[in-house]
Structures are given as structure tokens and as C-alpha cells.
């Protein structure tokens, strides 16, 4: 029984897809961000701003080491959308599970989020450009990572929940 890691750009469905598959396949889900914010107990906007993003990616990757240790089972984990970023992290997701990129356009992406003040990076003049700017240097770091690419742009979330399932035979 093969943990499911859900990676992606803000906004692209992975903890409410996350949720249904766990639902669906009866295992535990995890939300990365959510659980950082437990730990520091602060907000991802307060640690961004008192201590900058390198720090949050360095939780991050304590996190995921954190997991691996604990040798955490039948679990799906919603990532943050610069888990991926780094190489180290790429590794250690594809050791903690099997890894499915939740590929979304840049539109898809801006309707979804536009107004959402919890995001730091967006919190810009332009969040569109912003957004096809961050998306066109993750998206090969995310295609690299994973086993398996979901094209959510077409399909509701409980359909990708469905076909993460289906694809995990």
C-alpha cells in the first residue's frame, strides 16, 4: 500500500483532491502547510515575513524527513507548491511515496486564487503574470518528480480523485 503524494502549483486541487482520495482509498490525509503552521504555530504569511522563504523551505524539508522517519503509512500527502522546488525534496517525496502532479494552467490557476490573501508569493501588482511566470520554471520540476501527470484543467477534483485511484494499481 503505496503512500500518495500529491504535488503541484497553488491553487491546482491538491488538498481537496488530496481529501477525496483518502476518503476513497480510507487512508490519513496530511497537508504539509498545515502541519508547519501546527509546529510553529504561526501562519505561512508570518514565517515568510519574519523569517523568509528559504527558512519555510527549510521546514519543508524537515517535515518530509520527519515522515520518512516515522515511516508514516496509507497516507496521502498534500505538498506546498514549492516543495518540489528542491532537488533534496524531490527525493524525499519519491521515498515517501508515490508521487502525482496536479498540472493546471495558468488560468485555471488566477480563477481559483484570485483574492486569496493566505498566498505571499501572489501578494504582487500582478498575480497572472506572476503566476505564469512561477509556473513556467516549476512545472519541469514537477514533471520530474512525478509517476504520474493529471491534466486538471478539464476535470473536476472528484474526478482527478478518482483517477489518482485508478492509477494507483
Known amino acids: 500500500m503505496e503512500n500518495i503524494i500529491l504535488t503541484g502549483y497553488m491553487g491546482s486541487g491538491k488538498t481537496t483532491v488530496g481529501k477525496n482520495v ?24 508570518e514565517i515568510f515575513a ?32 514549492g516543495m518540489p522546488l528542491r532537488a533534496e525534496n524531490r527525493q524525499l517525496l519519491s521515498k515517501l511515496g508515490r508521487v502525482v502532479y496536479l498540472k493546471a494552467s495558468p488560468a485555471t490557476i488566477y480563477n481559483r486564487i484570485k483574492g ?3 498566498r505571499p508569493l501572489l501578494q504582487c501588482d500582478d498575480p497572472m503574470r506572476r ?15 512525478a509517476v ?12 482527478v480523485a478518482e483517477q489518482c485511484v485508478k492509477n494507483d494499481a
Open 22 to 45: 483518502a476518503k476513497l482509498k480510507a487512508y490519513t490525509f496530511l497537508d504539509t502547510d498545515e502541519m508547519i503552521v501546527q509546529q510553529q504555530r504561526r501562519s505561512i504569511n
Open 131 to 145: 503566476i505564469e511566470e512561477m509556473i513556467a520554471a516549476r512545472g519541469p520540476l514537477y514533471e520530474e518528480g
Open 116 to 118: 486569496d490573501t493566505t
Open 50 to 81: 519574519t523569517e523568509g522563504e528559504q527558512a519555510f523551505r527549510d521546514m519543508e524539508t524537515a517535515l518530509l524527513r520527519q515522515l520518512i522517519d516515522e515511516k508514516r503509512e496509507r497516507i496521502v500527502l498534500s505538498t506546498g507548491g
Open 148 to 159: 504520474l501527470i493529471l491534466d486538471v484543467d478539464a476535470l473536476k477534483q472528484s474526478e
